[in-house]
């Protein structure tokens, strides 16, 4: 068994160093650490440290160098596994297609909505198997990578509609992860999305922690007609909602539709300020490292874009979208918003009613 991983994010590097345990070979493509890397391997702390899992993969900076060292174990990949953020997915097509156009399975684990429809397009439904992890992981002070939650897992589910994902599935299980299946790839993704999108974009915009702006009421109601907002789409689409390891996304989604909210304010506030801890979500990190891409268009961004296309009214959804790319693309100062959530309030309320001028016009 040889696989290749493209992406040396916290993810990438936590699924290396599992699959490292059973795979004849691990190959790694890390574009600006590669020595580091190279030289230090991977470690994995696993409940509270007290299981450490070490990994020592090939470490190469493309995948023409990666394609190299296949050639030389004498072994072509079994699976690729895509672990970059979504906005790199479409220059990582762009290599595939220019080195291994007719490339083995590749295993998608992007956050986002319809992220499989890219490579589907290009390779065909047989060659995707889509992935979502629910497991938390980060950084600590020496790079290595912390598991930060062990009750939770990877789920794999394939567009296809075949059992081609089910080798995937126990390959990751004898790695010692916690695995399941899903039926529908759609519902996996769009299941996920509504975790991902839940405390991000807001905590972005106003650079506050997302316990502390669930707190704010008129936050929390923007939030809850976000979420409103994506269930309507998905509704409208008949994907059904999905249950995902360590998390019930029938629960939130049954709260946000019927739940009094100043009860639900309740119950969201400590879980999100419970599971966040002192992190940032991935938005902001992204905006705090000067990045002009962000995950928000594969989320809130997506669930505007489809929207349209089924004719469901999605305005928070693109208001939040168009004030976070904004920012991002230097267009919007984050100054204006950083502390300053009634400034995000006020900014969407003039988006939407911008959007209503435009639609009568």
Not at 44 to 49: P, R
Request: proline content about 6%; aromatic content about 6%.
């Amino acid at each position: 068994m040889n696989i290749l991983i493209f992406g040396s994010g916290a993810v990438g590097r936590y699924l290396t160093a599992h699959l490292a345990q059973v795979a004849d070979h691990t190959v790694l493509i890390s574009r600006s650490n590669t020595t580091q890397l190279h030289e230090t391997g991977i470690s994995v702390s696993k409940n509270n440290g007290k299981e450490i899992v070490r990994a020592q993969p090939f470490v190469v900076p493309s995948l023409r160098k990666a394609l190299i060292k296949a050639d030389e174990l004498g072994q072509p990949f079994d699976y690729i596994l895509l672990t970059t953020k979504s906005y790199d997915l479409p220059d990582v097509i762009d290599h595939l297609v220019a080195y291994t156009p007719q490339p083995p399975p590749l295993i998608t684990m992007q956050n986002g909505i319809d992220i499989e429809q890219l490579l589907t397009q290009q390779f065909g439904k047989e060659k995707v198997i889509a992935g979502s992890l629910t497991v938390p992981v980060s950084y600590d002070h020496q790079l290595n990578i912390v598991e930060e939650r062990p009750d939770r897992g990877i789920v794999f589910a394939s567009p296809a509609g075949t059992n081609n994902h089910k080798p995937v599935a126990n390959l990751f299980s004898s790695a010692g992860l916690n695995v399941t299946t899903a039926a529908n790839h759609r519902s996996l993704k769009w299941s996920k999305a509504l975790t991902n999108m839940i405390g991000n974009a807001t905590s972005a915009i106003v650079n506050r922690q997302p316990g502390v702006l669930y707190k704010y009421k008129p936050i929390f109601q923007l939030e809850m007609k976000m979420l409103e907002e994506a269930l309507a789409v998905m509704k409208k689409q008949h994907i059904p909602i999905t249950d995902l390891p360590g998390t019930s996304v029938k629960r939130l989604a049954f709260g946000v539709r019927w739940l009094p909210r100043n009860w639900f304010q309740s119950i969201l506030t400590k879980r999100v300020a419970k599971g966040r801890g002192d992190k940032m979500p991935s938005f902001q990190i992204d905006l705090a490292a000067g990045k002009e891409k962000n995950e928000v268009l594969y989320h809130n961004g997506a669930v505007y874009r489809i929207g349209q296309e089924v004719g469901v009214p999605t305005p928070v959804n693109a208001a939040l979208n168009d004030i976070l790319l904004g920012i991002a693309r230097g267009e919007r100062d984050w100054d204006q918003y950083s502390g300053k959530p009634k400034r995000l309030l006020a900014t969407v309320r003039k988006h939407i009613q911008q959007q209503k001028t435009q639609a009568k016009s």
